[in-house]
């Protein structure tokens, strides 16, 4: 698997992979515009959004080592038929009537795990499908179609939808979830890789976590990752009360906001093809301390302005760097890292970069309800701003060290 050229399965599974986060998009924006129906708390509001991130603070490192025990493509199957089946029931509630803040939060936990299982197994499944030298393409090819159905059709979906029904609203993404279900089943083969010897699930935790930790540039990745999930995780949270309603600084309707965060996925988009020429152009760690840089537009510029066209720019600018930052982070942890780990090490790192997002959601809705939602803003703004930092220890000759001693060490493909 050493050509350039990414082959039929990948692009079933791209295709599988749009339809799967078509639905995460619509299902994101509908939960907190259904739950402000119920509530106008800030608090309740984030706490939602705790909800649906606390697995990966719970159930992360389990996850990865299921992931490389398990046939990976089985895994996300598993996940996808877990959500659509959960959310068919919570859309005949809502059709019944019956809806309430509280099974929002039930849906968002539940839903929250089983994405768990499925983002860790997709991360850890795409090298064994194409090549190293074309992790970087796949993996920019492969956010533009997450990014895009995500953020950039699955947002203002979400918003029509809502206003439309709350039945269709979460009826929508139950279709999408069969539809990626189907998909996957035609990407043949076997997902399972070789492991030595028999061993626990606690044990195997541990080699990933020793792995990650041994590691220094991805062990200051996942730290500076955690940090920016904090401050965004707080920010939009809570940036719903503060763009949508008669009573909102912004005062936008539910389609107006779905539409202002297709803003931030235009971005998001056109970032996953400038990454390959970023990186080439400036350096890999160069390129990453500028993505930190741009992404302090997208938490801070609420707080300075109402102006859903500001806004917007901004959301749109900390799109194109975010994108950036992810394509050659983790084309990075795909190349140095074996086969036989990648699903651990993938959970290890998510635990350290996404086990943060339930606390700035916390935090987010605590200090909005104490100081303001504009505190918030301001304060996820320096905390990114300070994540500069960290390139200390993130340079090039490491990245391309860590890469040469894992071609030196590597081991044989997984079984397909």
Known sequence: ???????????????????????????????????????????????????????????????GALAD??????????????????????????????????????????????????DTSSQSILPQLVGRDALSRANGRLYAAELAA?????PPLGGFL?????????????????????????????????????????????EGLRFLWSNTVLRVLAFLVGGFNFASSAVFNVFVVYAVGSRSAMRLDDPAYGALLTASALGSVLGTFLAEGAERLLGRSRALALTIAGSVLTVATP??????WIIGAAFFVGGVTVSIWNVITVSLRQRVTPHRLLGRLNSAYRLLAWGTIPLGTAAGGIVAEVLGLRAVFLGAGVIVLCLLTGMIWVTDRRMDEAERAAVEAADPPAER
């Not at 995500?150 to 699955?154: L, R, S, V």
């Open 162 to 206: 809502v206003a439309a029904g709350v039945g269709l609203a979460f009826g929508a993404p139950v279709a999408l979830w069969v539809a990626a279900i189907v998909l996957l089943l035609l990407v043949r083969g076997a997902f399972r890789v070789d492991r030595p010897g028999t061993t626990t699930i606690r044990a195997d935790i541990g």
């Open 150 to 154: 995500n953020q950039f059709i699955g």
């Open 303 to 308: 707080a300075f302005t109402t102006s859903p």
């Open 69 to 118: 025990r398990l046939d990976r493509r089985a895994i996300m199957i598993g996940a996808n038929i877990a959500r659509a089946t959960l959310l068919a029931a919570l859309t005949a509630a809502a059709v019944a009537g019956v809806g309430s803040i509280w099974l929002l939060y039930i849906a968002a936990v539940c839903v929250g795990t089983a994405e768990t299982l499925y």
């Open 1 to 63: 698997m050493t050509s350039r050229r990414l082959g039929a399965p990948f692009w079933t599974l791209w295709t599988s992979a749009a339809f799967s986060n078509l639905a995460d998009g619509v299902m994101k924006v509908a939960l907190p515009l259904v739950a402000v129906r119920f509530t106008d708390s800030p608090l309740l509001i984030a706490g939602l959004g705790f909800a649906f991130s606390l697995p990966w603070l719970l159930f992360a490192l389990t996850a």
